[in-house]
Structures are given as structure tokens and as C-alpha cells.
């Protein structure tokens, strides 16, 4: 990473020298930083909304098991109700 330019002259004194740098670094450091930790935290705030629909798909995908388990039990007993209902009808 090369050093950015450093422009002294929109500084009241042009014989600040070190001290005008150092602060225009400093300056330039900060405004890097607080770009860098917005976008953390904009990064954060997506995986802890992701984690969440991820734990609410979860339990959603718990209870559409148990209920389709229930129907195709309650399917199995209707069918096998119809099925001795039919053979003893037309067995003599």
C-alpha cells in the first residue's frame, strides 16, 4: 500500500510541517476505520438476521414434519379401515 499525498496548503500555517502530515495521516486513518467498522457491522447485522431465519426455518421444518408424519399415519388407518371394510363385504 503506497503513502497518499499529503497537502499541507489548506493549512493556515504552511510551516506546521511533521505535525500537519501526521495529522492529515491520523485523519485519513479514521475516515479508513470507520468505513472498515460500518461495514462489519452492516456484515454482522446480515448474519445475525440470516442465523435467525435459519433457527425459525428450522423449528417451522420440526413441526411441518411431525404434522405430515400425523396425516400419513391417520392416511395408513383410513386406507386399512376401507381395505378389511371392503374384503369383509365381499368375502362371504
Partial sequence: MH?????CSRHKNRGCGIHC??????DLNY??????LEQLV???????RLACLDAALDGFEA?????FLLYFAA???TTAAIIIGL???LLP
Avoid at 503513502?3 to 497537502?7: A, K, L, V, W
Avoid at 452492516?42 to 445475525?48: I, K, N, S, V
Fill in 3 to 7: 503513502s497518499p499525498s499529503i497537502d
Fill in 21 to 26: 502530515e501526521l495529522r492529515d495521516l491520523n
Fill in 31 to 36: 475516515a479508513r476505520l470507520e468505513a472498515k
Fill in 42 to 48: 452492516a456484515e454482522l447485522r446480515t448474519e445475525m
Fill in 63 to 67: 413441526r411441518m414434519t411431525r404434522k
Fill in 75 to 77: 392416511q395408513g388407518v
Fill in 87 to 89: 374384503v369383509k363385504l
